[in-house]
């Protein structure tokens, strides 16, 4: 209840979660670019047809950048505007459990300035868009949607003197609500002033935690977030709609309002939407991408 007389939490909270319809949240840049981080030969099938279906229905794109950490000559022939941009990133040390997806966070996180766009749109590999995004963005400010949980909550059974000092007194790790990072829009010099240092937190926040858990580029970022004063703004869930929690386990047609499509395997019934929009997909329940998606250097080997 003191928080609500806490000047700082007012201040954050004034500049967190804003909803998109407002008009003074809406600027004049157009998204231009997407780029579409992917780590791992495994992962190369989505992270093409996430491209695919960019070029196809995002009609307003200059250009799709698939960021990696594979060379280009192993990706198949790409749709006219897709390149393939190859980023070596440190690996961990090999006791580490979660190598690959330590990994591919540090990519992530490097991915929107492989862009040349001024409007760059970044959306994981298993999210497709099935419209243009039309939102017009300003500086200074940070589009996304928007997800229940604590951040702070993946530090519950750290030890205190562990913690880093940027997050004792960071106000958006402690919200009910978060930043998805699956579906994130930025100014290139917005981009310019968060990945270095969003890099930085990532790689002290879990070099400092144990690997008990997979790390995730989400906790870093809220703190992030506050210390550069950035403004987030909620595009709304049609952006980056749950497939597998919505529909999935059973045949469902995909809403025509949804933007971004996040989540659905298999891929196949991907390819059936493709040949028709408008017919019903069988994906797989909610379950499963946790199963798939954040397992050990060990447990993915033995799968």
């Known amino acids: ?15 967190h979660n804003i909803p998109y319809k407002q008009e003074a949240e809406k600027g004049k840049i157009a998204i231009s670019s997407v780029v579409i981080p992917c780590t791992g030969s495994d992962y190369i099938e989505e992270a093409v047809l996430s491209a695919e279906f960019a070029s196809r229905f995002a009609k307003n794109l200059e250009e799709i950048v698939i960021v990696s950490d594979q060379s280009a000559s ?12 190859t980023l070596d990133v440190p690996l961990r040390e090999e006791s580490y459990r979660y190598k ?20 760059i749109l970044m959306i994981d590999s298993d999210l497709n868009l099935l419209q243009d995004p039309e939102a017009k963005i300003q500086e200074h400010s940070l589009y996304s949607s928007f997800r229940q949980g604590k951040m702070i909550a993946k530090m519950a059974e750290i030890p205190k003197e562990l913690i880093p000092a940027y997050y004792k ?19 290139r010099s917005t981009w310019k002033r968060l990945c270095p240092l969003w890099s930085a937190l990532f790689q002290d926040t879990w070099e400092l935690m144990s690997d ?24 709304g869930d049609w952006v980056n709609w749950p497939v597998s929690k919505r529909i999935g386990g059973q045949p469902a047609v995909i809403p025509s309002q949804v933007i971004g499509a996040h989540g659905g395997f298999p891929l196949s019934e991907w390819q059936k939407y493709l040949h028709d929009p408008t017919q019903p997909l069988t994906f797989r329940g909610q379950d499963y991408t946790r199963k798939v998606r954040y397992l050990t250097d060990a447990e993915k080997q033995q799968s």
């Open 1 to 15: 209840m003191f928080e609500l007389f806490n000047k700082n939490h007012r201040y954050v909270r004034s500049r």
């Open 74 to 85: 192993l990706f198949p022939a790409l749709p006219q505007k897709v390149r393939v941009a």
């Open 100 to 119: 690959q997806i330590y990994r591919s966070r540090l990519i992530k996180i490097q991915a929107p300035l492989q862009a040349k766009g001024d409007g």
């Open 169 to 187: 007194n960071a106000v958006r790790p402690v919200f009910e609500d978060h930043v998805n990072s699956a579906y994130l829009v930025a100014t």
């Open 212 to 235: 008990n858990q997979p790390p995730t580029d989400q906790l870093p970022l809220a703190a992030l977030l506050d210390l550069l004063d950035i403004k987030t703004i909620n595009l």
